[in-house]
């Protein structure tokens, strides 16, 4: 694929019996908003909500685009995604008299797109919600699917609803000023989708790493494209999470445990999701379910995307604890997603804690 290929957008449709929702990934295509969100139906009132870090870096271009815009902007970060924020984003509204055919439009991460999506989920019964991710995790998992939420300060994402986005609109190149960590972090995400549907995808990423960590568009956009297409698919096949959803969740049964345990600090999500994966890819091998050498294939990949912090210093039980309160335990059974090669997946309800404290133990963390 020449470079030049990658600033025509690829669209991608979710469609969910409800209110469907489009996807655009292109180089550039934040320069192309105001044609994109007149050809999407999204009202003349908008109402763009961003972090003052990002707007720093990518408001003068959405102003370019837009014309002048006052944007409603939270406070950066995870400890923000909450009613508080939500809150700012109503006063902003009512103050100047949205109505519901105003539309939110949220430009960041997953933390502005979850909190200001929220707020368009709710406010007047819900508005028109367009996203513009800024980071590799936003743009390849949390702008798609229609969840939206907040955190409560006794537990994450405890706060919710679905609202599907009208308009998702994917530039790659707004990652370039993505910090490294953060990019690595979204990536593991990529792994997953090529884990759980694309061995293509995974191939992708263990043949072009340095193009990936060069950010290079002939190999970053049809990552990107393919992550959607595949989140795409689950989601539209399944909005509520009854079954098929659940796949998405691999390597999340261990990762979230372990970013419980760490109280939210110590991983960026991926970095905990990589760990998870490893983890179920060793379990699916232990049951004679997966072969030893796409287990190797996956742990040599983690290792080339990069160092984790370290786990040798958390007890199992602990890790146990968290994953008994995880919100995948359905009436008392840990539904556990594997890998039965790369790129196929099947759900294990049937877990024993015999074999989660023998891949903890494998994984390095203490007895
Ligand atoms: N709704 C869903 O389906 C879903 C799915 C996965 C994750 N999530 C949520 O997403 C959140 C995590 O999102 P995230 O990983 O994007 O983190 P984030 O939104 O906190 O962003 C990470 C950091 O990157 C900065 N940043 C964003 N874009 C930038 C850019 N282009 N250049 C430089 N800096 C930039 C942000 O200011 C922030 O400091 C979590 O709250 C998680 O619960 C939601
Ligand atoms: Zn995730």
């Known amino acids: 694929m020449s470079s030049t290929d990658t600033r025509t957008p690829v669209r991608v449709d ?20 105001p ?38 902007l939270l406070p950066d970060g995870e400890r923000y995604k909450n009613l508080q924020s939500v809150a700012k984003v109503y006063d902003a509204l009512i103050r100047a008299n949205a109505d519901r055919g105003s539309a939110i439009i949220a430009i960041g991460g997953g933390v502005i797109g979850d909190t200001a999506g929220f707020a368009a989920a709710t406010f007047l019964r819900g508005i028109t919600l367009v996203h513009v991710p800024t980071t590799l995790l936003a743009q390849v998992d949390s702008s798609i699917g229609g969840k939206v939420g907040v955190n409560h300060i ?9 609202h599907q986005p009208r308009l998702v609109v994917i530039d ?16 593991y995400e990529v792994v997953k989708y090529g884990m759980i549907a694309s061995r293509t995808l995974f191939e992708l990423l263990t043949r072009e790493t340095k ?3 060069d950010r290079d568009p002939a190999v970053l956009v049809p990552a990107i494209v393919e992550s959607c297409g595949i989140k795409a698919d689950v989601v539209s096949k399944d909005e509520r999470e009854s079954g098929l959803r659940r796949i998405l969740n691999y390597g999340h049964t261990i990762g979230h445990a372990l970013e419980a345990v760490t109280k939210y600090r110590r991983y960026r999500h991926g970095e905990a999701i990589a760990y998870g994966m490893l983890a179920a890819a060793d ?7 997966l072969a030893e050498r796409e287990r190797e294939a996956l742990a040599q990949l983690i290792a080339a995307l990069g160092p984790l912090p370290p786990v040798v210093d958390l007890p199992i039980r602990d890790l146990l604890d968290a994953v008994r309160r995880d919100k995948k335990v359905v009436h008392g059974k840990l539904h556990f997603v594997i890998a039965i090669e ?20 494998r994984l390095g963390l203490t007895r």
Do not use: C, Y
């Open 35 to 72: 044609t994109l969100l007149g050809a999407h139906g999204v009202g003349a009132r908008r109402f763009v909500v961003s972090s003052p870090t990002i707007w720093r870096l990518h408001g003068p271009q959405v102003q370019q685009a837009l014309g002048a815009v006052e944007p409603i």
């Open 283 to 289: 379990l699916a091998v232990a049951r004679g379910a």
């Open 172 to 187: 790659p190149l707004v990652l370039r000023t993505l910090p490294r960590r953060e990019f690595r972090s979204g990536l």
């Open 14 to 33: 979710v469609n969910t019996g409800g209110a469907d929702s489009v996807i655009l990934i292109g180089d550039g295509i934040v320069d192309q908003l």
């Open 211 to 213: 193009a990936i960590f």
């Open 154 to 162: 006794l537990g994450k994402n405890l706060i919710g609803a679905f």
């Open 342 to 361: 790369i790129g196929a997946t099947m759900t294990i309800d049937d877990v024993t804690e015999e074999e989660l404290v023998a891949v903890l133990e």
